[in-house]
Structures are given as structure tokens and as C-alpha cells.
């Protein structure tokens, strides 16, 4: 049994899967449901990382369809806006152009390594998008490869995400490095109590102290959304505190600059899930973001290159970082 692993033939409720394999890691990718990442399992612990809808199920979608009632999971990508925005005069839907586009794969792979190259030109905004998945042998660590080029003849301002949706339950852990944190005043969820801005991780809701790392359980009904401002570094991490498996994303902090974090444990729909969402600017309303100088403009021409790794890693209970290359930090307290 070959331990790399490549296929390209088989479907999922009609939908084209590319799956990545090694000895590690298995992924799925559905390049016609806006190049998503369905599922990405740890292999020796046989643990599903990514929360996937159990009532709405992965689909081709048209340009303008409404994110929340199609969400169906997995690790999405939004750009060049978050909520329905107007740039330059052009009306640019709910989470943006990538999500529901229908992208062009290449699989590959050589005696090392697996992956894919997805490519897709946005229909309103002309971007011309790669995203080149790689998983090599052995390793339990993704590297994506993005490339964002403007094929317009002026400058274009946008906002881009990673969306990556986890399965969370009371035994798991969210970790940020030192940062404020911002609540988003138009949804404060159930954080209203709170202060407008305060130092992660500690919460003052009601005259109670509370841990935002920790998830609590479903009954308590709870729902978090807020932007992680004054980033000391690039990275943000989820660990099972039971089982010891931790996973994590590092990235550069000079293009993706702040971390939100949007999370309904049976606060929203009875969804149990947190969305750790490294951005490239503030708030969600693209005019606010404009206005206070947070968006990011390519121009004419050029070129938005990033590498980001993904990391599973285990004998972890806390993370007190990421380093360069993915290897994943137990804390020391």
C-alpha cells in the first residue's frame, strides 16, 4: 500500500473530490463548491478536524446565494468582502466571489509529495486566483500556496479570510497569541455584556470573568463573534484537551493582520462550531474597513503571494505558538 496517495475520480453528491493522502493526513477537497476543504482527518487517531453541516450539504451554488443558509461546513475561503458590500460602484455578494465558484483543479504529485493546483477567475472583480495544496510524505502539516493577481487596469481594494470551520466540544481549547480583542458592536452576540475592548482571553460579562479559550457546552446556549486586534504573531490553534490533538494554522501577520473568531456553541441554529478566521483587515462593514485604512489594495498588474501552513500535531494540551515551520508549542503554564 503506497503511503502517498492522490485520486481524482470520485464524487460526493455529484461534486468533483480531489483527495490528498500520506500516512498522516487525509483530505478532500471539492474544487466545484469554491475549491472548500471538506474534511481533513488525522489519521492515526482516526479524528475528523473540520465541522461539516449535518442539515445542509455541500452544493453547487450561484453567485449571489446566501451564505448562512447554505453553509455547509468545512474550510471555505472569503474574498473580497465579508458581508454584501459595494467596491468601486460594483454590488459584490454575501461573503464574497470565492465560496461558491466552480474552480479549475490539476492534481500532481512526485515521489515526495501530493497536492493540487486550483485556479479561478473571479467574475466581478477580474482576480485571477491560485491556491496549490500540498501534503508531503509523512508529514502531518498542509502548505497552501495562494496567489492573488489583478488583471484589471486599475487598483482594487479588498478583504480576504480563511474560513475554516472546526468541530469543537467541551474538551477542546482555542489558542491566540497576545492580542485585543474587539467585539463587533452590531453583533455583539452573547458577549454583550462585555467591554467594547479587552485583552484576549479573559471576558468581564455581568461581573463574571470569562475564559474565551475554553468552549462550553451546547446547553449554555452560547455565541461569540469579535475581531483579534494588535497581533503579537501569525498563528491560532484548537486542541482537544482530552485526547492531546492540536492543530493549527501559521501564516504571515503582515497580510493577514488580525484574527476573528466567529463560534456558536448552540447559540445559533443549534450549530456546535468555532470559525478561527485569520484576515487581512477589520471590521466586517467593507466601508468601515475602507474608512479606517484596514483594507488591502493590489494594483494593476500586481501580484498577493502568501504561503500558510496547517498543522495536527500531538502530546499537546495548550499552544503557546506556532513556529516558522508549523511545529506546534505546548505552553509552559
Known amino acids: 500500500m503506497p503511503e502517498l496517495k492522490i485520486s481524482a475520480d470520485w464524487s460526493y453528491r455529484g461534486l468533483r473530490v480531489v483527495s490528498l493522502e500520506n500516512r498522516m493526513l ?62 468601486d460602484g460594483e454590488a459584490y455578494p ?31 472583480s477580474s482576480i485571477h486566483v491560485e491556491k496549490t495544496v500540498v501534503l508531503r510524505r509523512g508529514a502531518s502539516r498542509l502548505c497552501f500556496r495562494h496567489k492573488f493577481t489583478n488583471a484589471g487596469g486599475s487598483p482594487f481594494q479588498f478583504l480576504w479570510k480563511l474560513h475554516p470551520a472546526f468541530a469543537v466540544t467541551p474538551q477542546h481549547r482555542i489558542d491566540f497569541p497576545p492580542m ?92 456546535n462550531v468555532a470559525v478561527l478566521e485569520p484576515c487581512t483587515g477589520y471590521p466586517l462593514n467593507f466601508e468601515a474597513m475602507r474608512a479606517a485604512g484596514r483594507q488591502r489594495t493590489l494594483a494593476p498588474g500586481e501580484s498577493l503571494k502568501t504561503e500558510i501552513l496547517f498543522s495536527v500535531q500531538e502530546a499537546i494540551t495548550s499552544v503557546e505558538s506556532i513556529r516558522s515551520d508549523g511545529t506546534i508549542v505546548q505552553s509552559r503554564s
Open 26 to 87: 487525509r483530505l478532500f477537497i471539492l474544487p466545484e463548491a469554491g475549491g472548500k476543504i471538506w474534511q481533513i482527518t488525522y489519521k492515526p487517531l482516526d479524528a475528523d478536524l473540520l465541522w461539516n453541516n449535518p442539515r445542509i450539504p455541500p452544493a453547487r451554488l450561484a453567485l449571489k446565494s446566501s451564505y448562512d443558509d447554505s453553509w455547509s461546513g468545512g474550510w471555505d475561503e472569503l474574498f473580497p468582502n465579508d458581508e454584501v458590500a459595494t467596491i
Open 94 to 124: 454575501d461573503h464574497g466571489e470565492l465560496w461558491t465558484g466552480q474552480w479549475d483543479a490539476e492534481p500532481f504529485s512526485t515521489d515526495d509529495e501530493v497536492g493540487v493546483k486550483l485556479r479561478f477567475v473571479t467574475p466581478i
Open 180 to 271: 485585543k480583542v474587539l467585539l463587533e458592536p452590531a453583533f455583539r452576540g452573547t458577549l454583550g455584556g462585555a467591554a467594547q475592548s479587552f485583552d484576549w482571553p479573559t471576558a468581564r460579562v455581568d461581573g463574571h470573568n470569562v475564559d474565551l479559550r475554553q468552549i462550553p457546552s451546547v446547553d449554555q446556549r452560547q455565541l461569540y463573534f469579535f475581531y483579534g486586534t494588535e497581533v503579537k504573531d501569525g498563528w491560532c490553534a484548537l486542541t482537544n484537551t482530552a485526547t492531546g490533538l492540536a492543530c493549527g494554522l501559521k501564516f504571515d501577520p503582515a497580510v493577514f493582520r488580525c484574527n476573528w473568531l466567529f463560534a456558536t456553541y448552540g447559540g445559533w441554529r443549534n450549530y
